[in-house]
């Protein structure tokens, strides 16, 4: 407990936790505000196709009119808009977040080579296990307080929002609690894969550009791949299943109360994936950090 306070003074007593609480903030607050207008659209559709009336007069194949049926059945599922609308607004600025999270999960362990301390933290502490695990706890619990920081503010918008439509704040429901879960599982899992990628590349700089450039513009080329390959060459469903593989797909895929993308697996298979690199990671980062010469 000693070590994780003074990880925690690390963070408190330096500018880099509100600098990144104030990116978590905006991007969460740009991506609350796309998802209430995504909600809206969304939940005025379900209405509209709630008073579905099949066309008459008209020379139209029954075949037709039966998809249109379909259609019409499929937009007007009140439940599952609204666990999907809510699920959405919930966990708002989940891409951004946890790329901040994991960036600051890297610079607690890479501050100790930038400002050459490392030496004197270990010196310390011999038991370079314990050093290493107050950093992977620290990154965790700074990661919680950014979840529980994001879920407040989009539990109030959210609840608002819902009011203002006439329904609950669906918080109660399952798919809806799931995702709020699974995202603060998702926040905990990326600080530690954040300070396991710190172990690994050391240098302050190299690590945040790594993670960065990685997170942001790999999942891009991650998904532009995957889909291009399953629109031209190999036309199976397990193609698209893959893409849960990189671990910025499996946490999006773990939040949501249905396909995240055409052809995702459900949400448990991106928990397993996530929780997956989590344990590599933290393992990895553990026996480097055992057998590494650090001065």
């Known amino acids: 407990m000693g070590l994780i306070r003074s990880e925690l003074m690390k963070i408190r007593t330096t500018n880099v936790w509100w600098l990144f609480g104030i990116g978590i903030l905006i991007f969460t607050g740009m991506?609350?505000?796309?998802?209430?207008?995504?909600?809206?659209?969304?939940?005025?559709?379900?209405?509209?196709?709630?008073?579905?009336?099949p066309p008459t007069g008209e020379?139209?194949?029954?075949?037709?009119?039966?998809?249109?049926?379909?259609?019409?059945?499929?937009?007007?599922?009140?439940?599952?808009?609204?666990?999907?609308?809510?699920?959405?607004?919930?966990?708002?600025?989940?891409?951004?977040?946890?790329?901040?999270?994991?960036?600051l999960g890297a610079i607690l362990f890479t501050n100790e080579n930038f400002h050459q301390t490392a030496t004197a933290t270990f010196l310390t502490t011999p038991q370079r296990v314990k050093v290493i695990v107050a950093k992977f706890a620290t990154a965790i619990i700074a990661a919680a307080f950014f979840w529980v920081l994001t879920t407040a503010i989009n539990a109030a918008a959210g609840a608002i929002f819902f009011n203002a439509k006439g329904y609950d704040a669906q918080l109660t429901q399952w798919p809806v609690?799931?995702?709020?879960?699974?995202?603060?599982?998702a926040y905990g899992l990326w600080a530690v894969l954040g300070v396991?990628?710190?172990?690994?590349?050391?240098?302050?700089?190299?690590?945040?550009?790594?993670?960065?450039?990685?997170?942001?513009?790999?999942?891009?080329?991650?998904?532009?791949?995957?889909?291009?390959?399953?629109?031209?060459?190999?036309?199976?469903?397990?193609?698209?299943?893959?893409?849960?593989?990189?671990?910025?797909?499996?946490?999006?895929?773990?939040?949501?109360?249905?396909?995240?993308?055409?052809g995702s697996p459900k949400w448990w298979v991106g928990a397993l994936v996530l929780i997956g690199y989590g344990l590599v990671f933290g393992v990895f980062g553990t026996l480097v950090t055992r057998t590494r010469d650090i001065s």
């Open 31 to 53: 991506a609350l505000t796309l998802w209430l207008f995504f909600g809206n659209d969304q939940i005025h559709q379900m209405q509209n196709a709630a008073n579905f009336t």
């Open 196 to 262: 396991g990628l710190g172990v690994l590349i050391r240098n302050q700089i190299g690590t945040v550009v790594t993670l960065a450039v990685t997170y942001i513009i790999g999942t891009q080329a991650v998904q532009l791949v995957f889909t291009l390959i399953h629109e031209f060459w190999i036309k199976k469903d397990w193609v698209m299943d893959a893409m849960v593989g990189w671990p910025s797909v499996a946490s999006q895929v773990m939040v949501s109360p249905e396909e995240a993308y055409p």
């Open 59 to 103: 020379n139209i194949p029954p075949e037709e009119i039966e998809r249109m049926r379909r259609e019409a059945a499929f937009l007007a599922d009140k439940d599952r808009v609204l666990h999907l609308v809510a699920s959405n607004i919930y966990t708002s600025g989940q891409f951004f977040g946890v790329m901040f999270v994991a960036l």
């Open 177 to 185: 609690t799931r995702a709020i879960l699974m995202n603060g599982l």
